[in-house]
């Protein structure tokens, strides 16, 4: 299986990533990165990429991929709705609308939010926008797609978030979290359950195609 990743620096992406490569069922991961992440492996293949709304130019790379994982995004914190749609929204869509005309029969993975809400019309500025998103892409004609709904995320392996407003609380809770995740299946999951639950969906299909924490950590 060749496999093409976005957002391999974040902390949901670097677990992707270590899964991907350890899986003897992927051939090759194709890393779409603004800046390189230093990262080499014999499957890995890097492309640095600056403007990541509009992916035209990279199509000669982006053709023989079965599956997509989307692991890019930002905290909403601070930002207005519309800058907030646009690096949501607009480059999530621009990504998924070449990879599908190239690769009609390609699986999209894409990690969205526990809370988010599919009217796409809630109260909640960034629940509102992942909601408008996973519907965007829920109607791409890929052969199958699944939106991911993790809440609290373990961080294994070394892995690390690069915002600080998350890696606080990972900190102050880090020696307790796998207890939390034994009581509170439904709301914690792992950087490793995520990323081989990402691979299974891609890999078998699963019956939903929107998946929250406790439909992760079963897959």
């Given at each position: 299986m060749n496999v093409i990743l976005f957002g391999a620096s974040?902390?949901?992406?670097?677990?992707?990533?270590?899964?991907?490569?350890?899986?003897p069922e992927v051939t090759s991961v194709l890393?779409?990165?603004?800046?390189?992440?230093?990262?080499?492996h014999q499957k890995l293949r890097e492309i640095v990429h600056k403007d990541f709304f509009h992916f035209s130019s990279l199509e000669p790379e982006l053709t023989g991929l079965d599956a997509c994982f989307f692991c890019l995004g930002v905290s909403s914190a601070g930002?207005?709705?519309?800058?907030?749609?646009r690096v949501t929204y607009d480059i999530a869509l621009a990504a998924a609308q070449t990879l599908v005309k190239l690769n009609p029969n390609m699986t999209m993975v894409f990690i969205s939010g526990q809370g988010t809400d599919s009217s796409g019309s809630g109260r909640v500025m960034w629940a509102r926008?992942?909601?408008?998103?996973?519907?965007?892409?829920?109607?791409?004609?890929?052969?199958?797609?699944?939106?991911?709904?993790?809440?609290?995320?373990?961080p294994l392996h070394g892995i690390k978030s690069r915002t600080l407003l998350?890696?606080?609380?990972?900190?102050?809770?880090?020696?307790?979290?796998?207890?939390?995740?034994?009581?509170?299946p439904k709301y914690i999951?792992?950087?490793?359950?995520?990323g081989?639950?990402?691979?299974?969906?891609?890999?078998?299909?699963?019956?939903k195609h929107i998946l929250e924490s406790a439909d992760i950590n079963l897959l």
């Amino acid at each position: 299986m060749n496999v093409i990743l976005f957002g391999a620096s974040g902390m949901v992406g670097q677990g992707v990533l270590r899964e991907c490569l350890l899986d003897p069922e992927v051939t090759s991961v194709l890393s779409i990165v603004r800046s390189s992440t230093g990262q080499h492996h014999q499957k890995l293949r890097e492309i640095v990429h600056k403007d990541f709304f509009h992916f035209s130019s990279l199509e000669p790379e982006l053709t023989g991929l079965d599956a997509c994982f989307f692991c890019l995004g930002v905290s909403s914190a601070g930002m207005s709705e519309e800058n907030y749609r646009r690096v949501t929204y607009d480059i999530a869509l621009a990504a998924a609308q070449t990879l599908v005309k190239l690769n009609p029969n390609m699986t999209m993975v894409f990690i969205s939010g526990q809370g988010t809400d599919s009217s796409g019309s809630g109260r909640v500025m960034w629940a509102r926008v992942k909601g408008q998103t996973e519907n965007a892409l829920l109607r791409q004609p890929f052969k199958a797609a699944y939106m991911f709904r993790p809440g609290v995320i373990v961080p294994l392996h070394g892995i690390k978030s690069r915002t600080l407003l998350y890696r606080i609380p990972y900190i102050i809770l880090g020696p307790i979290l796998p207890l939390l995740k034994r009581l509170f299946p439904k709301y914690i999951t792992t950087t490793e359950i995520l990323g081989r639950a990402m691979l299974t969906a891609a890999k078998r299909g699963t019956p939903k195609h929107i998946l929250e924490s406790a439909d992760i950590n079963l897959l």
